[in-house]
């Protein structure tokens, strides 16, 4: 079936450091990928998403690429503040084109940035 | 319209008692989906709305676990004769039809702790 696989937290950067947190998925078809942030106490939020390979999602500062070649997803900032420490899920879209977004999670990834 | 509400936030419940969780979508939102979180696990999906219809419920843990949308709009999910297993937090969200990679927005999560 399909999954995600996220690298294991916590991550701990100091404050202008460079992040990445990779993602990989196994997915038949063309899924979409995503990139939910949940801050304390909060719900998860859509943080950036891309549809088809090749596309760059970004927001907030924060990018990543769909590599359908690598079928990776990589999260990646120039430099973190501490108002990014969050967990941070990478996620794809099951279902048809078109249709519900059925969404598969990875496990998270907790970033703790400090001054 | 603030987002997705959920209701109660915390429910603490002995084992074998049954429990109700209620969601309110985003008002034109026609799509609603339940998830259930457990610690240091991303969300697992669980069911899915299209209006009043549950279009996809395979993904329910047991025969246990029932949700409803009558009208279309808010849902309840139901956990009957509840186990310590069932300790989690889940969640609701809610999305617009119509739309490839659209987004799906969360609320911030009932808690189950089974005692």
């Known amino acids: 079936g399909n999954s995600v696989t996220q690298m294991e937290g916590p991550v701990t950067l100091s404050e202008e450091a460079f992040l990445t947190i990779n993602c990989t998925y196994t997915a038949t078809g063309y899924p979409s990928l995503f990139w939910y942030v949940q801050y304390p106490g909060e719900g998860l939020q859509l943080l950036l998403k891309a549809t088809k390979a090749d596309d760059k999602g970004s927001n907030k500062g924060f990018e990543a690429t769909y590599r359908k070649e690598t079928t990776s997803f990589h999260l990646e900032k120039g430099s973190v503040q501490v108002s990014d420490s969050a967990v941070y899920f990478c996620a794809l879209s099951e279902g048809e084109t078109g249709g519900y977004n059925k969404l598969i999670f990875g496990a998270g990834t907790r970033l703790a940035v400090h001054p | ?115």
């Open chain 2, 1 to 115: 319209d603030t987002g997705v509400s959920q209701d109660p936030r915390h429910k603490i419940t002995k084992r074998g008692q049954n429990v109700t969780f209620r969601c309110d979508p985003i008002s034109e939102h026609n799509r609603l989906y339940w998830y259930r979180q457990t610690l240091g696990q991303g969300p697992e999906f669980l069911t899915y709305f299209q209006n009043e219809a549950q279009l996809e419920k395979s993904r329910l843990l047991s025969d246990r676990f029932s949700a409803e949308r009558p009208k279309g709009s808010f849902s309840t999910l139901e956990i009957q004769r509840t186990e310590q297993g069932d300790s989690a937090m889940y969640l609701c969200a809610s999305s617009a039809s119509g739309r490839q990679g659209g987004e799906l927005f969360f609320g911030e999560g009932s808690r189950l702790t089974v005692l």
